[in-house]
């Protein structure tokens, strides 16, 4: 018993001594940096579905240069968010690729009544890399080549992407020739890894990916007629427990511009039919 | 309850533990008998998985072991594809996660071993696999013990590898931690209840059986942490 209280007495003394130039150096760093005065809006905490990593980056960047207030992203898949906004997760906006997870949150009364607005439609696209052989022109037919050994999707137990992909399958009639090779992505991003990578020879992705800067030359896309799945209504809410209400509301009428949402189109959303009025869906 | 993930998590489990035991042995023994003066780096390596996080493990296999890679390449040339999304690549990638756990329990046994009975074999005329057999196997099981019963709770209790490389295909890479992640995500919370009960009394006992049967075995991995 003795002998570990020493022990412990020893670790922390140890501890403390190797930590002690860390403290000093960063008190030393902030007393040299300016002071900068608090940002009277505070920070937007904003969870979104992965299928924005590229347009969220833009707006969020482009929406603290015109507020001055900042803007915290976290990139995910929805239903994870939907699971820890419901078990008290601290943010202030959530961008779901799903509208019914935001009205979900509202039916259980843990968004802002009435907040829940349809910012974007979400297209899926065949995608393959340039060097994977995979002629996706041909459409779904070019999944039949046996060359083709792996196909990604998001999950479409909890990924909208993912049902929308399974369904565009299951009515093309190719899903039970191809199930055997689906791999699944946690939400759509890692989806688009596993094809990006080389790891799966083709898959079923967000167009919004696709044409992201990192994929943009690696592949060919072939777009998924669109009478081949649910449209991907994509919603967002103001997070009722947010500590930034305000904050959060002012972001989510800066995604109803117009701007904002001819951004959005260029990152191949398609543009809902309330959004030049900015109506609530 | 997801049947087909309760037995492929075990069956992982199993496969890996075994091969552990094979390959971990011939490692245990060169780290405890070598006198190689730059031993510390080998059982630097070893330790590794203690430290790294699996999303590195994770990384590399999928992107350094994907077909863009040399290494890729040579692993289609030789299995016919590539190591994620297989059962295979889980495989080797838990190899590797829980080598530690087999080797450091090992070694501690070994090396509790009284070295003058081993000379004393030697001398007898024993050759080393004899020795090694007859003399310090028996002598350290307890290591031995805990050393495939970690490494087959450790699988069982994998996950961020497997989310990484796995791909979640039912019966070959959706395991048992995946399964749970996936309800909760689904806001199956029923499910994932039951899944997670089922998993908490199984490590629970699992970990009381050996607290209980082999107190010497665990203070030797208590040794080594």
């Known amino acids: 018993m003795k002998n570990t209280r020493i022990k412990v007495a020893w670790v922390g003394l140890a501890a403390a001594v190797l930590l002690a130039p860390f403290f000093a150096a960063r008190a030393a760093i902030e007393s040299m940096l300016p002071q900068v005065p608090a940002k009277p809006c505070g920070t937007v905490t904003v969870a979104a579905a992965s299928d924005l990593t590229f347009a969220m980056n833009e707006i969020a960047g482009q929406y603290q240069k015109a507020s001055g207030c900042s803007v915290q992203l976290s990139m995910g898949s929805s239903g994870n968010f939907l699971t820890q906004i419901e078990n008290g997760a601290p943010f202030d906006v959530f961008f779901s690729a799903d509208i019914a997870y935001p009205k979900k949150l509202e039916a259980e009364s843990l968004a802002a009544p009435g907040s829940t607005y349809l910012y974007a439609i979400g297209k899926i696209v065949l995608w393959a890399r340039n060097d994977s052989g995979v002629n996706v022109s041909k459409g779904f037919s070019a999944l039949q080549d046996s060359a083709v050994r792996k196909i990604a999707i998001a999950n479409p137990a909890h990924a909208p992407y993912g049902r929308a992909a399974e369904g565009a399958l299951r009515k093309a009639g190719v899903y039970d020739s191809v199930k055997s090779r689906l791999v699944l992505g946690e939400n759509i991003s890692q989806a688009a890894e596993f094809v990006e990578s080389g790891n799966a020879d083709a898959g079923i992705l967000a167009l919004s990916l696709v044409l992201s800067p990192t994929m943009k030359d690696k592949g060919r896309s072939w777009n998924i007629p669109e009478n081949l799945y649910a449209p991907i209504e994509q919603g967002a809410v103001v997070v009722l427990s947010s500590k930034n209400q305000q904050g959060a509301k002012n972001f989510l009428e800066y995604i109803k511009l117009p701007e904002t949402a001819a951004l959005l189109a260029r990152y191949g959303f398609a543009r809902p039919a309330n959004a030049s009025s900015g109506g609530r869906h | 309850m997801n049947w087909q993930a309760v037995l ?135 290591g031995a013990v805990t050393g495939v019963v970690l490494s087959f709770a450790h699988t069982i209790g994998e996950f961020g590898v497997v989310l990484m490389v796995g791909g979640n295909i039912p019966g070959v890479t959706r395991t048992v931690s995946i399964d749970i992640y996936d309800q909760v995500q689904a806001a199956n919370y029923d499910a994932a209840d039951q899944t997670a009960v089922i998993l908490l009394l199984f490590s629970f006992f699992a970990l009381a059986l050996i607290y209980g049967t082999n107190r010497r075995a665990l203070s030797l991995w208590r040794g080594f942490k």
Do not use: N
Request: charged share 10%; proline share 7%; hydrophobic share 55%.
């Open chain 2, 8 to 142: 492929l998590s075990l069956k992982l489990a199993i496969c890996v533990a075994g091969i552990l035991l094979a390959v971990g042995m011939p490692i245990a023994y060169w780290i405890t008998f070598s006198r190689w003066r730059l031993k510390f780096l080998v059982e630097a390596i070893v330790a590794l998985p203690i430290v790294l996080p699996p999303t590195v493990l994770g990384y590399y296999i999928l992107v350094g072991l994907g077909p863009r890679h040399f290494a890729g390449k040579m692993s289609q040339s030789l299995f016919g594809h590539t190591l994620p999304f297989t059962f295979g690549g889980l495989l080797i990638a838990s190899v590797i996660y829980s080598l530690p756990f087999a080797v450091q329990p090992f070694a501690a046994g070994f090396e509790s071993v009284d070295r003058r009975l081993i000379e004393a074999a030697w001398t007898l005329g024993a050759s080393r696999l004899t020795t090694f057999l007859r003399v310090i196997l028996p002598l350290s099981v307890a």
